[in-house]
């Protein structure tokens, strides 16, 4: 599933504007951090004057809590530091 990411969230976290796949790691269950050293790969590129990360569906669907009623989730930011953004699916 792909997701809009902001260019700002992008720049405070230190990550690359131009397309690039980065590692990610499923943290307490229902967050993924992505730039952290993990075995998921997510792509961030560019579409228009959009940025979106790209999320294997599986690893959605193993994050997104289990009384969501979204089928299509959109993350929330809930951590940005150095190298990671951490997401979380409600």
Do not use: W
Request: charged residues 25%; negative net charge; aromatic residues 10%.
């Amino acid at each position: 599933m792909n997701f809009e990411i902001y260019e700002e969230d992008l720049v405070d976290a230190g990550l690359s504007l131009e397309e690039k796949e980065y590692p990610a790691v499923i943290e307490m269950d229902h967050l993924l951090v992505v730039g952290a050293p993990g075995g998921i790969t997510v792509r961030i590129f560019k579409v228009g004057l959009e940025y979106r990360v790209e999320i294997p569906d599986e690893v959605v669907t193993q994050i997104q809590f289990e009384d969501s009623t979204y089928e299509h989730p959109l993350p929330a930011y809930i951590d940005i530091s150095e190298g990671r953004i951490g997401l979380i699916f409600p």
